[in-house]
């Protein structure tokens, strides 16, 4: 069992920048990889980043390169996301997650179903 636990939400004006955080507890020795969705009101829960624990390569969504950054940190066993010059279209509820499995294409990373555990979502509220 691995259990995500997440923190960082909140409200923030348009241009502004927030910070998530996502630990990982329990059985983290078994997780590959760490990716970030979101889902708004009325939408399907979309991909936003990824990033694998040992080679710390990443990969972003085309929606939010050069404004997001995905990180994370060994000792803490935490994962984050940077956000910056946050937009209205960013407001959703952001979920992080784990996958225990290799995928070995970028396209696999951006499926919700390759993901094994899910934090409990928290809520980014971007004000206009």
Excluded: H
């Excluded at 803490?76 to 959703?92: C, F, G, H, I, R």
């Amino acid at each position: 069992q691995v259990q995500l636990v997440q923190s960082g939400g909140g409200l923030v004006q348009a241009g502004g920048s927030l910070r998530l955080s996502c630990a990982a507890s329990g059985r983290t020795f078994s997780t590959y990889a760490y990716g970030w969705f979101r889902q708004a009101p009325g939408k399907e829960r979309e991909f936003v980043a990824v990033i694998t624990w040992r080679g710390g390569n990443t990969y972003y969504a085309d929606s939010v390169k050069g404004r997001f950054t995905i990180s994370r940190d060994n000792a803490k066993n935490t994962v984050y996301l940077q956000m910056t010059s946050l937009k209205p279209e960013d407001m959703a509820v952001y979920y992080c997650a784990t996958t225990t499995r290799a995928q070995f294409s970028s396209s696999n990373y951006q499926k919700n179903d390759n993901y094994d555990y899910w934090g409990q979502g928290t809520q980014v509220t971007v004000s206009s």
